[in-house]
């Protein structure tokens, strides 16, 4: 049984661009929640996806946006990047039916300058 | 407000010792509270979670005891040993509520001395 994993690991962007991440849940796991890490602070709820549709978000803009694939697996879309969006942005998985219990992957790094 | 309020910020215990963290929360239809650990430059790994219906969950050397009338938890780790040095989170979420995500404290740096 594989964990969660994410892609890339690292990224560095320029103010103005745009930047696409992405997740595979973790094996038996139906729902995706997306979440930012600032640096020294916790995480904090971007969206959820379930059945490849958004079914709750965050205090986030409408610039990130994401989307959930048949086999799962997860993508967090970010537009018109500034330099707060530098953080730590994580994937969590959960079982079907229990949406509370959520693992974690790696995160990926995300640099703005 | 949701708000999860977590203390200390920081905190050393030597080896063998007992780490306390406190967390208190504001939301009464939270019904699930985690635990998660983190190392530098890794993702949270949930390291042990209650409900509201026990007053106390062990499991190991990490104990999570829960006051729900004063909407209150904390997580103990007993005999502390330095490969616990790391950031904790606690957590809680309505599991029943949609899907608001986790309402995550600040965190609370440890660090076990040898």
Redesign the interface.
């Known amino acids: 049984e594989t964990g969660v994993t994410q892609s890339p690991t690292h990224l560095i962007k320029t103010r103005g661009q745009q930047v696409t991440l992405r997740c595979s849940s973790q094996s038996g796991h139906n729902t995706v929640s997306w979440y930012q890490q600032a640096l020294g602070q916790g995480p904090q709820f971007i969206f959820q996806y379930y059945r490849e549709e958004e079914n709750g978000r965050g205090n986030f803009p409408p610039r990130f946006s994401g989307l959930q694939f048949p086999n799962y697996s997860s993508e967090l879309n970010v537009n018109a990047l500034e330099l707060d969006d530098s953080a730590l942005y994580l994937c969590a998985s959960s079982f079907p039916g229990t949406q509370e219990t959520q693992y974690f992957g790696p995160g990926t790094r995300l640099l703005v300058l | 407000q949701q708000q999860v309020k977590?203390s200390p910020q920081s905190l050393i215990v030597q080896k063998g010792g007992i780490s306390i963290i406190n967390c208190a929360y504001e939301n009464t239809a939270f019904d699930?509270f985690?635990w998660?650990q983190q190392f530098p430059?890794?993702?949270?790994?949930?390291l042990i979670?209650i409900r509201p219906d026990v007053s106390e969950k062990k499991e190991g050397r990490f104990t999570i005891s829960f006051n729900k009338s004063a909407k209150q938890f904390s997580l103990h780790i007993m005999d502390s040993q330095p490969g616990d040095s790391a950031t904790y989170?606690c957590?809680a979420?309505h599991?029943g509520g949609?899907?608001?995500?986790?309402?995550?404290?600040?965190?609370t740096h440890l660090i076990i001395q040898p």
Do not use: W
Not at chain 2, 41 to 46: E, Q, R, S, V, W
Not at chain 2, 98 to 107: M, N, P, Q, V
């Open positions: 977590q699930y985690p998660y430059g890794k993702g949270p790994a949930l979670a989170f957590a979420i599991s949609g899907a608001d995500g986790l309402t995550f404290g600040k965190g």
